[in-house]
């Protein structure tokens, strides 16, 4: 129950069929922010449908007493061992001010403390959440809420304005797409496998992983596995770029969900072919640019890669974290790990 609501105004648990209320809601945030529509309630309601997540359970809503949303807050809690817990939230432009933030916020807090009992015994759990740069409200808002800045993402883009280069595969490596009948394993065994050196992963069971990404390529409207590239040698995939080529802010726009590249087979030119074979195929379908997400600080040298693929930073997003127990980090904190 969510405390301290302006008079008239409600809370609850979202339903599916809230999915294109709330899909403007964001959107009007989105456009404060940067001038585009940044979702699609197609999309939104598969995310909502991810296996683990449960509406009643990880998700409140706040609304205005005309009945139209005037705030949401998520927390995804959806794997063991329940150590690192994500949040999000959004709050209707013309409702800030209100309150209404501060509310989600306690609830996000309060969903988290929840998960505490199920991480293993001594370990340290924590709540994180990213924030537009440019949304300096909503950071002062986590800051008094006891979050710390903790590490910087950024959104990167290239403009296909360019020949891309023809890829440059070391001896043995050769790319093909992504089979759906046969590589689903193998293609996750390989993601997990390169993030492991991710700052701040940490590792789920691979029958959740395997779950949630089946449920990506089956439920995913837009999903493409003939844009999922797979680098492989002697029949093994060494690095993986799984791509879109329909981003709802921009029909202009392809992006790259997931690059990653086994540590052993790092250093030997691998993602930056995955990314000119990527590029040059989005370009092939008409896309002009493409974007992707990085950590700014990246432990593997991310941004230098795709900076020296012609790509630059084109927005800047805030990690907040908040501690709910101290404890023994579970999370990849250096290579040496």
Sequence with gaps: MLSRLPNGY?????????????????????????????????????????????????????????????????????????VRLWSWGCVRPKERGRGIGSALVAWQDERG?????????????????TVSSLDEPAGRLLESNGYDAIRRNYQMRIELDAPTPSPAWPGGVTVRTFDPARDVEPMVDAVRASFRDHWGYVESPLESDLAVWRHIITEEKDFDASLWFLAVRDGDIVAIALCSAKEPEDPDLGYVNTLGVI?????????????????????????????????????????????????????????????????????????EE
């Design 10 to 82: 409600t809370a609850r648990s979202i339903r599916l069929s809230d999915v294109e209320a709330l899909a403007r809601m964001f959107n009007e945030n989105s456009r404060r922010l940067y001038g585009v529509d940044q979702h699609a309630a197609a999309n939104l309601e598969t995310e909502w449908r991810t296996p683990g997540f449960d509406l009643e359970r990880d998700t409140r809503a706040i609304f205005a007493p005309s009945g139209e949303p005037a705030g949401y807050a998520e927390v995804w809690d959806i794997d063991p061992p329940h």
């Design 113 to 129: 403390r929840a998960a505490v009992a199920n991480a293993p015994v001594g370990t340290r759990v924590s709540l994180r959440q």
């Design 263 to 335: 540590r052993e087979w790092r250093r030997q030119g691998i993602g930056l072919a995955l990314l000119h074979h990527a590029f040059a195929e989005l370009g092939r379908r008409g896309k002009k640019r493409v974007g992707l997400g990085v950590d700014g600080s990246s432990l593997t040298g991310a941004v230098r890669l795709y900076e020296r693929a012609g790509m630059h930073v084109e927005r800047r997003r805030v990690l907040y974290e908040k501690e709910l127990r101290p404890g023994r980090d579970l999370t990849t904190q250096s290579l």
